[in-house]
């Protein structure tokens, strides 16, 4: 017989290091849950990872409509890998507009992996074309493989009892299939995964692991692909791991926070792009004591957190930019009264409504000092999905150990993004004490302590321990309502040097790199990975430059303004026009650079490269 169709034995297979993907298509097209398997898969691979999940911010863009297009990039590699990728390496376009959207994003000689199908006259005029860029030359500069998948996918699934509709919605799972071969993806994750959800459908189970199958099995057999890729597993420490997304450590971070302080978690929220998550995601741990309110409005959603505060629990409001807006006079209540309140802002971009999809850092300076009147905050910056959960325990053991509000930042990028994380060790978790008592004979609601000035947390309804507090100014100690000006005065620079000595526990700055030299990085949030990467990139050139990334902004670290005297230059690149470099000059006076971007997009890696290398 024949054979019209090569082997996996007889095909070409090529090792890389890394590999950049994106799945582009409608929001019905299952683009995230593509993307999501693919990612769990290329977990179970071992290989190291980074994911950047971007969907419409409409809830009902017309299908095949340019804001319609749905987005998700996955990079993994043998390597510590610390960003999604900047240019894909291939790009899965399920539809016109997908292609339309996300050309410019592929570099010259990037794969196109098209679904033909979709490519019919009514969606090119909808996406813009004029002519099929399948077939009209307009794509020469790239490997273009277009696929008819909806009609293969059709024909693997003739015999299904599922409806034509149904049948079609599984055809997300045969492009899958399709790169699971290219990049030698397991297919068992994604099957179990498919039995799971659909244990009481069997026909779903059927007939989308049959897709799955058979986009595997066409990549197999057909001429179209003369190879495939391996990319070795990454060198990581042992352990257990597990790929978490920044909404999942942030939670987690919160319930280890609970479980650590021996305190019942609250969390009072209302609904917001992108914070929705954290809220849904917290409801699920009701078994740890956690308890979600979903409140009528934001302002409903801080004072009851506030005031679960005042009756004991570890409090948390969690909401995105605009949120944080309408929050803003009870976060005072909060720095008045000196309870512990966590504030989660999830960044997006704006103003207003903005952009709610898309990420942003814009909100640096709303944390800092966006409230009437002088009402210092601490405040925090996640760096990477994994790394909320760190931050979240910390934001939470800052708020109890000194009775202030701390503002928890994470931004789109971060919660909707992923990566391995390695399990911690409980015993390396550090509990932290939540002490209730006081003595009944001496005590008044601001009498402080004298190393943190933190008020004592004392619970409603304990014998002797009677005491009023509120938003009206506070004499010293006896927390009477006071118009005094100079206890005015003496109270508001007690509690800003509340909020300076958190600096004084702080560890001693990490620097990546020298401790001195020619040009510092500073950054801060989600541009830790793409930092990073350039740094090492410039690094591998043989050239100078060190790196500093902020967790805490609010006090800054103790011996930052040495470490910046130590460079000739500063350079600061943020997802926004200048935030943290505004603070950082108003702190040490001293000349800063920034690298800006405000796109919704996070930075590219060569977008750091070359400012580096322009400063060098």
């Not at 679904?115 to 020469?140: I, M, R």
């Not at 989308?208 to 057999?221: H, K, M, V, W």
């Not at 004591?289 to 506030?306: M, N, R, W």
């Not at 939470?396 to 909707?416: E, F, H, Q, S, W």
């Amino acid at each position: 017989m024949a054979d019209s169709a090569k082997s996996t034995e007889e095909k070409r297979v090529e090792t890389v290091d890394r590999v950049t993907i994106r799945f582009a298509g409608d929001s019905g097209d299952g683009i995230q849950l593509s993307g999501n398997q693919f990612t769990l898969a290329t977990a179970y691979a071992g290989n190291d990872l980074g994911t950047l999940p971007d969907f419409p911010a409409e809830i009902r863009a017309p299908a095949g409509s340019l804001p319609g297009v749905s987005n998700f990039q996955i990079s993994f590699g043998e390597f510590k890998i610390h960003t999604p990728g900047d240019a894909p390496d291939v790009l899965v376009a399920m539809n016109p507009a997908a292609l339309k959207v996300n050309l410019n994003d592929l570099d010259e000689g990037g794969t196109i992996i098209a679904n033909e199908d979709s490519f019919v006259p009514f969606n090119l005029k909808k996406a813009g074309y004029e002519e099929n860029p399948l077939k009209d030359g307009s794509l020469k500069a790239y490997r273009l493989i277009p696929l008819p998948i909806t009609s293969l996918n059709a024909k693997a699934l003739e015999n299904s009892p599922l409806n034509k509709k149904e049948r079609e919605r599984c055809k997300n799972f045969y492009a899958l299939g399709v790169v699971y071969w290219m990049y030698d993806r397991p297919l068992e994750p994604t099957l179990e995964w498919i039995a799971k959800k659909f244990k009481k459908q069997p026909e779903f189970i059927e007939a989308n692991q049959a897709a799955l199958r058979a986009g595997f099995n066409f990549a197999n057999t057909t001429e179209i692909f003369t190879s495939h890729y391996k990319v070795r597993k990454a060198p990581v420490p042992p352990g257990e791991y597990r790929n978490i997304t920044g909404t999942e450590a942030t939670v987690l971070g919160f319930v280890a926070a609970s479980e650590l302080s021996k305190t019942d978690v609250f969390y009072g929220s209302y609904p917001i792009t992108p914070a929705s998550d954290v809220l849904q995601e917290l409801a699920r741990h009701k078994n740890f004591g956690v308890k979600t309110f979903q409140a009528e409005d934001e302002i409903a959603a801080v004072c009851a957190s506030i005031g679960a505060s005042f009756a004991g629990s570890l409090a948390i409001t969690g909401t995105s930019g605009p949120g944080v807006a309408l929050k803003s006079e009870a976060i005072g209540l909060a720095v008045m009264t000196e309870l512990p309140l966590v504030i989660l802002n999830v960044q997006r971009a704006g103003p207003s409504t903005g952009m709610p999809t898309k990420t942003e850092q814009a909100d640096l300076l709303q944390a800092a000092v966006g409230r009437n009147g002088e009402c210092p905050v601490a405040v925090l910056a996640a760096a990477t999905p994994a790394d909320c959960f760190e931050t979240a325990i910390e934001a939470c053991r800052i708020a109890v150990k000194y009775m202030t509000p701390v503002v928890m930042l994470t931004d789109g990028y971060l919660t909707n993004g992923s990566e391995p994380w390695r399990l911690p060790n409980l015993e390396d978790l550090q509990p932290f004490t939540v002490n209730h008592s006081a003595d009944p004979e001496s005590f008044h609601p601001y009498t402080r302590d004298e190393k943190t000035l933190a008020r004592a947390w004392v619970v409603p309804g304990m014998p002797g321990l009677e005491h009023r507090i509120g938003g009206l100014e506070k004499w010293d100690v006896t927390g009477n309502v006071s118009y005094d000006p100079a206890n005015h005065e003496h109270m508001v620079r007690t509690r800003a040097e509340k909020i300076r000595r958190i600096a004084n526990e702080l560890p001693p700055t990490t620097v990546h790199g020298e401790p001195q030299g020619e040009l510092l990085i500073i950054g801060w949030g989600s541009t830790y990975g793409s930092i990073m990467t350039a740094v090492e990139r410039v690094w591998a050139k043989g050239k100078k430059v060190s790196y500093v990334h902020l967790r805490h902004i609010s006090p800054f670290p103790n011996d930052l303004g040495q470490i910046i005297k130590n460079f000739d230059t500063v350079l600061v690149p943020e997802l926004n026009m200048g935030q943290l470099r505004l603070l950082l000059r108003g702190e040490y006076g001293l000349p800063i650079t920034g690298l800006n971007k405000i796109q919704g997009r996070p930075f590219r890696i060569g977008e750091i490269e070359r400012k580096i290398e322009e400063l060098i």
